[in-house]
């Protein structure tokens, strides 16, 4: 697991995390390795994210997806802008049955008010997993805000 508080706060260092022990990124192993405007990487390992019967769950890819594309959103819009997630889709290709997931998260397409990202969830033999979409709204932050 990661000593942050918060996976993505490496990512986007400025951003006050509220509830630090309650992370669900930070609970589920998720790192992030790698970030740029044009590239968010992280890692998430099978074991302890399984479902009943052995597998990587498909909540769990969800959870890497969001994680990795919100945090791309954030590198997008903040300070000025907070974005918010309002949609996410997963398909799943196949099952990952052991060892880590990575998802590689790229922007389709960022405006000022909208952001959608496309995140890829390989395997350790570099096979797809799943393929996922968030769009998130940005808000503009209050004045003086920390969050």
């Given at each position: 697991m990661t000593s942050s508080p918060a996976p993505e706060s490496a990512a986007v260092p400025d951003i006050e995390v509220q509830y630090p022990d309650e992370q669900l990124a930070a609970k589920m192993g998720i790192e992030v390795t790698e970030w740029t405007k044009d590239r968010v990487v992280g890692t998430m390992p099978v074991a302890g994210n399984r479902q009943p019967f052995g597998l990587l769950h498909g909540g769990a890819n969800g959870v890497l997806a969001e994680t990795l594309g919100s945090t791309a959103a954030a590198m997008?819009?903040?300070?000025?802008?907070?974005?918010?997630?309002?949609?996410?889709?997963?398909?799943?290709?196949?099952?990952?049955?052991?060892?880590?997931?990575?998802?590689?998260?790229?922007?389709?397409?960022v405006g000022r008010t909208i952001g959608t990202f496309e995140i890829v969830i390989?395997?350790?033999?570099?096979?797809r997993v799943c393929t996922a979409k968030l769009t998130c709204v940005y808000r503009n932050r209050p004045p003086g805000s920390t969050s």
């Open positions: 997008h819009g903040w300070p000025e802008r907070l974005p918010v997630g309002l949609e996410l889709s997963c398909t799943h290709h196949r099952s990952a049955l052991g060892g880590k997931v990575t998802g590689v998260c790229t922007p389709l397409s390989t395997d350790d033999e570099d096979r």
